[in-house]
């Protein structure tokens, strides 16, 4: 069992930064890749930043340039930092452990709202 817990989200103006956190209840990050992803009520959800077990990352065009998925394996945390925010990057975030094999179990955290507004 892994719980994620996130924090870091909150009420920002247009062109504003945030960072996102979101610590795992052990160390998981050696084996299973790491997802932020955000929801909006009535659209799709929307894979934002990857960080696989090895290292790699991967971002949402819509993202690219602006935000930054990275890691601290000695805390269990995984961060998003969110830069040039734009008032479509409103939305719940959701910090997400993926299974490592077929069939195994995803962990999600509870969400983080991130609003952005003048």
């Known amino acids: 069992q892994v719980q994620l817990v996130e924090s870091g989200g909150g009420s920002v103006q247009p062109g504003g930064s945030l960072r996102l956190s979101c610590t795992a209840s052990?160390?998981?990050?050696?084996?299973?890749?790491m997802e932020w992803y955000r929801h909006v009520p009535g659209k799709q959800r929307e894979l934002v930043a990857r960080?696989?077990?090895?290292?790699?990352?991967t971002y949402a065009d819509s993202v690219k340039g602006r935000f930054t998925i990275s890691r601290d394996n000695a805390k269990n945390t995984v961060y998003l930092q969110m830069n040039s925010l734009k008032p479509e990057d409103t939305a719940v975030y959701f910090c997400i452990a993926l299974p490592t094999t077929v069939g195994g179990t995803t962990y999600w955290g509870q969400g983080t709202q991130v609003t952005v507004s003048s």
């Open positions: 960080f696989t077990s090895s290292g790699s990352t």
């Open positions: 052990r160390s998981i990050f050696s084996i299973r890749d």
